[in-house]
């Protein structure tokens, strides 16, 4: 096993203006899984495919354990990628294929069949082994990607956007296989996805990337309950963060006809600002007698939770189209009628976050 390190690693696209990844430092502890999520074009698979020897790193360094491999050939930096498409080979089975790296590097066939056999156990693909890839599943597939990965017990394993091929169900007993396993291998795990509910659940740490510039790098708690930004705010967390603008008044700030109370200490960071970003997520909204107004506009009952999504009240109708929308969760059993006005409130102060909107930086 091996840790890996980022050190100021930059990749700048033949004619592009900007970086795809601008002065990346990011150390990665040896047996952690850590995840790189972000929206398309952040930079997520860039980074991945740096390290993986497939994109040129124009500047900076990165390191697998103690070696520089930043301009070592893929082929010499003892690491498996698993591919978004699989990239099986479609003439060979299932057995062939997860073997096939051994065969090139000259293990015995003996070493080789015993390697396969073992990781064939591990992924519930024993049966499969005599067939071919377009015989199998989706989720079968990309077990045999994985397999092909395990069987070189590499340094490290890369993965890129793995499971976005795959339907929704799948996908979920998929995620919790693939975080198993790689607890159970303890082998260094680079993973990219732009779904963070996948961050969220699989990663020990997620790095939150946008337009090629680490945001955060934290456990996936710690990104939910201290957002360093409005952009990891946003990002992380389904539904999102509602991030309500509102003007700095004496002893909070003004949202719609109502003060959310803000200590005075943080109010004091925001000097020459006049208006401020309060962000509150939707299950520390509790309805009560005062607070934000809200129109209901939409009311979502799924059983266990219930969330209404609606705009500040008294808004024109023109401007409604437009408004920011507000998500709450309220109790499922006795939800808001959809057109009625309700208040909303913070559960608990500590929940509330308050953002400077000229810097973007949480405050509080």
Known sequence: MATVSYKDACR????????????????????????????????KSTSLRMLAGLEEVN?????????????????????????????????M????????????????????????????????????LSRKPKALSGGQRQRVAMGRAIVRQPQVFLMDEPLSNLDAKLRVSTRTQIAALQTRLGVTTVYVTHDQVEAMTMGDRVAVMKDGILQQVDSPLTLYDAPDNLFVAGFIGSPAMNLMTGSIVDGGVKIGDYTM????????????????????????????EQGISLDVDVVEELGADGYIYGSLAGLPADEKLTAQQIVARVSARKPPQRGS????????????????????????
């Open 12 to 43: 700048v696209y033949p004619g592009a203006d900007h970086p795809a990844v601008n002065n990346l430092n990011l150390d990665i502890g040896d047996g952690e899984f850590m995840v790189l999520v972000g929206p398309s074009g952040c930079g």
């Open 261 to 288: 109370p803000v200590a005075r200490d943080v109010l004091a960071k925001a000097e020459g600002e006049d208006q401020l970003i309060v962000g509150i997520r939707p299950e520390n909204f509790v309805v009560a």
């Open 93 to 128: 089975t299932v057995a062939d294929n997860m073997g096939f790296a051994l065969k090139m590097a000259g293990v015995p066939k003996a070493d080789r069949d015993k390697r396969v056999q073992e990781a064939a156990k591990l992924l519930g693909l024993e049966e499969f």
């Open 341 to 364: 006005v309700v208040r909303l409130n913070a559960a608990d102060p500590s929940s509330v976050h308050i953002f400077s909107k000229k810097t973007e930086l949480r405050i509080s």
């Open 59 to 91: 500047s900076g360094q990165i390191m697998i354990g103690e070696r520089d491999v930043t301009d070592l050939p893929p082929k010499d930096r003892d690491i498996a990628m698993v591919f978004q498409n699989y990239a099986l080979y479609p003439h």
